[in-house]
């Protein structure tokens, strides 16, 4: 069992968090609980204000986005996806 480059299990490589980072998790608050949404209500919606730490770039814009599980005002979300938008409820 000798592997011919080192060790199998690969270690993780620190990185620094820059913003060229298009893969790092935005950041942002949870500014209102718009209501609940789903078939069975599991879903809440909420407008979300982007924050300056992660995305200068996106700093003070805000998103209606649909969030499962439990959530308040005040919340920071780590978003993957800046893009979507949720659709209003009707």
């Known amino acids: 069992s000798s ?4 060790n199998p299990v690969s270690q993780p490589i620190a ?3 820059s913003a060229m980072d298009s893969n790092a998790p935005k950041l942002a608050k949870v500014e ?3 209501g609940r949404t789903g078939s069975r209500g599991g879903v ?3 407008r979300v204000q982007f924050m300056y730490e ?7 814009r805000s998103l209606i986005r649909n969030v499962k599980g439990p959530i308040r005002e005040g919340d920071i979300l ?3 996806e800046t ?3 949720a659709r209003r409820l009707r």
């Open 3 to 6: 592997w011919p480059h080192g």
């Open 54 to 60: 992660t995305s200068p770039e996106l700093a003070g």
């Open 78 to 80: 780590a978003l993957l």
């Open 44 to 46: 809440i919606q909420v």
């Open 83 to 85: 893009e979507r938008e």
């Open 32 to 34: 209102k609980v718009l």
């Open 15 to 17: 990185q620094p968090v």
